[in-house]
C-alpha cells in the first residue's frame, strides 16, 4: 500500500481513537466529579487537564532527556497558543461558551500569572534549574488542592439534593475510573497516529521542520484538549470544555516546566519574542473576552480562529 494512503489511514484512525478517548474520559470524569463532590468545572480543570497534557509531559520530558530544551520549551509555548486561540475559538464557534465567575476571579489568573512567569524566565536567559522546577511543581500542588477543596467546601449539597442525586441512576466507581483510564490511553494513541500520518502530509508540501514544529506538533500534542473540549461543547458540558483549556495551559506551564528541568535543567534554550510574544497575548486577551457579558460568544471564537490562522500564516512565510 502507498505511504500517502498509509498515513492517511493513521490520519482516520487517530482521529476515531481522539473522539471516543475524549467521550470516555469526559463520561468518566463527570461521574467521578459526582461520587467525590466536587464540580465538573474542577474536573475540566484537573483530572480531565492534566491527562489531556500527557503527551506535551512526554515530548518536553523526552526533549529534557535529550537535552533539547529549545524543543521543551517550544512545545508549551505552542500547546498553549493553540489551546486558547484554535481550541477555544471552534468551541466558542460551535456554541457559545458560558464562563463561570469563579474561574475568572481565581483560575484564570493563575494561568495568565503562569505564564508571564514562564515569559520571565525565558527573557532572562538564565537556566530553568532544578530549584525553579520545584517551585513550579509545588505551585501546580498548591493549585490543585486548593480547587479540589474550595469546590468539596462550595459544592456541599443539601438534604434535598441529596436524595435526589441517590435516586439518579449512579455508574460504579471502578468503572468509571476504567473509563477515564481507556479514555486517557485512546487520546495518547489517537494523537501519536493522527500526528504521524499529519507529520508525513505536510513533509508532502515541503514545509520547514520549524513551522512543523510551531503547527504540526503544536497542535497534535494539543489534540487530546481538541477533542475533549470539542466533545464537551457539543455535549453541552461548557465548563469541562473551557476548564479543559485554562487547567491544561496552566499544568503545560507548572507541571511541565517543572517537572522536564528536575530531568534536566533547561539551558541554552532560544525562544522566538513573536511566539512569546503571542502566548502573552492569547492568555492575556482571555481576560476582557471572558468577562464581556461572561460568556466566549461566538463572534469572539471566530476572532481567535482568525488570529490562529494569521499567526500560523506568519510562520509559513518567515519560515519559508
Not at 500527557?54 to 530544551?69: H, K, M, N, Q
Not at 441529596?162 to 481507556?182: A, D, H, W
Not at 476582557?288 to 510562520?315: D, F, H, V
Amino acid at each position: 500500500m502507498p505511504q500517502f494512503l498509509i498515513h492517511l489511514l493513521y490520519i482516520a484512525a487517530g482521529t476515531a481513537a481522539l473522539y471516543y478517548g475524549a467521550e470516555f474520559l469526559i463520561k468518566g470524569g463527570v461521574a467521578i466529579a459526582r461520587k467525590a463532590g466536587v464540580s465538573s468545572m474542577v474536573i475540566g480543570l484537573t483530572l480531565v487537564a492534566f491527562a489531556t497534557s500527557a503527551p506535551e509531559l512526554v515530548v518536553s520530558v523526552s526533549a529534557g532527556l535529550s537535552g533539547s530544551s529549545d524543543i521543551a520549551l517550544g512545545n508549551v509555548i505552542g500547546s498553549n497558543i493553540c489551546n486558547i486561540a484554535l481550541i477555544l475559538g471552534l468551541c466558542g464557534c460551535i456554541a457559545p461558551l458560558p464562563v463561570d465567575r469563579k474561574l475568572f476571579r481565581f483560575d484564570l489568573p493563575v494561568m495568565v500569572l503562569s505564564a508571564i512567569v514562564l515569559a520571565l524566565l525565558c527573557f532572562r536567559g538564565a537556566e530553568i534549574g532544578r530549584p525553579a522546577g520545584v517551585l513550579l511543581f509545588a505551585g501546580l500542588l498548591g493549585y490543585t488542592a486548593w480547587n479540589i477543596y474550595t469546590s468539596k467546601k462550595e459544592n456541599t449539597p443539601s438534604a434535598e439534593e441529596e436524595e435526589k442525586e441517590e435516586t439518579k441512576p449512579q455508574r460504579p466507581l471502578l468503572l468509571s475510573i476504567l473509563l477515564v483510564g481507556v479514555g486517557v490511553g485512546l487520546l495518547i494513541g489517537g494523537a501519536h497516529f493522527f500526528l504521524e500520518g499529519a507529520k508525513y502530509i505536510a513533509k508532502l508540501f515541503n514545509l520547514s521542520d520549524a513551522v512543523i514544529g510551531l503547527t504540526v506538533v503544536a497542535v497534535g500534542t494539543s489534540l487530546p484538549e481538541l477533542a475533549t473540549s470539542l466533545v464537551a461543547a457539543i455535549k453541552k458540558e461548557q465548563d469541562i470544555a473551557i476548564g479543559n483549556v485554562v487547567g491544561s495551559n496552566i499544568f503545560n506551564i507548572l507541571g511541565i516546566i517543572g517537572i522536564a528541568p528536575l530531568v534536566r535543567p533547561l539551558s541554552h534554550y532560544t525562544i522566538n519574542s513573536v511566539d512569546l510574544g503571542m502566548m502573552l497575548l492569547c492568555t492575556i486577551g482571555l481576560l476582557p473576552i471572558m468577562r464581556t457579558n461572561w460568556k466566549i460568544s461566538r463572534t469572539e471564537g471566530a476572532l481567535m480562529l482568525a488570529l490562529y490562522a494569521a499567526y500560523t500564516a506568519y510562520l509559513i512565510i518567515h519560515h519559508t
